[in-house]
C-alpha cells in the first residue's frame, strides 16, 4: 500500500527509478522486511515485551557489522550511551516470569537483520540519491513482502472500511514515509548512531498507549524510559579531540 500511495504522489520520481537505484532499494528492503517478518513469529510465541528487547539488541550487531563492513568505530560514548540504553530497554520490557523458547531465537535473528538493514543503508546512501534508495525500498520491499505473503497463504484482501484505514495509514505513514525520511537521514549519520537513537521507540509506545488506551505505566517502566533517553544522550556526546 506504501508503494502505491508513493507511485500515485510522486509518479515521476517513480517513472526515474534507475535499475543500480531499484537493485540496491530492494537489497535494504530484503533486510527490512525479513526482520519484520521474524519479528511477527516471534510476537506470536511469545510475550511482545520480551520481543521489543530482544529485537532492539540489533544495536549491539550495528557496530560489528558497521565495522567489518564500513570501517566505522564507535565512539567510546555511543558504546556507554548503547549499553545504558539497553538497559533500561530491559527495564521497560522484560517481565518477571522470563520464558524464552523458539520466539527468542525469531527475535534474535530480527535484531541481525535489523542491524544488517541499517548498515546497508549507510552503505547504498553514499551510492545514489537518497529518496531514489527509498523509493527502490518501498517497492522492493513490497514485491518481497507480498511474495511471502503468497507462498505462506497468508494474502487475502481487507472487506471492512477499518481495516483499509489502518492499512492505509500503516502504508503510508509506517513504512513509507519511515524509508525515505530514514534514508535522507543516514547520510548525514553512521548506522550505530541510528539503531541508539530507534531504542527510544519503546518509549513512544507507551506515551501512546497511555495517550489512546488508557495504559497505566508501572514505575519501573517509566525508570526504563527515564535510563534509554539517558543513554541516547551519552551516546551523542562528541569525542573528545586531541589537543596538538
Known sequence: MGALAIALIAPKSVRA??????????????FFVS??????????????????????????????????????????WQSIGLLVALAGMALLSLRADLNLDSGATYALISAVLFAAWSVSLSYAVRLVKPLALGLGQIFGGAALALLFAVLLGEFSIPSSATTWYTILYLGIVSVALR??????????????????????????????GYLFATEIPSALQLIGCGVILGGILVAQIPKSKSVA
Open 17 to 30: 527509478l534507475t535499475r543500480k537505484e531499484l537493485l540496491l532499494g530492494t537489497a535494504c528492503g530484503t
Open 35 to 76: 526482520g519484520l517478518i521474524f519479528a511477527f513469529l516471534s510476537m506470536s510465541k511469545m510475550h511482545s515485551g520480551i520481543t521489543a528487547f530482544l529485537i532492539g539488541c540489533c544495536a549491539l550487531f550495528a557496530p560489528f557489522m558497521e565495522y567489518y563492513a564500513l570501517k566505522r568505530v564507535p565512539s567510546k
Open 179 to 208: 524509508f525515505i525520511a530514514q534514508t535522507w537521514a543516514q547520510q548525514f549519520t553512521t548506522a550505530t548512531s541510528t539503531e541508539i537513537v530507534f531504542l527510544v521507540e519503546p518509549c513512544g509506545a507507551l506515551l501512546w
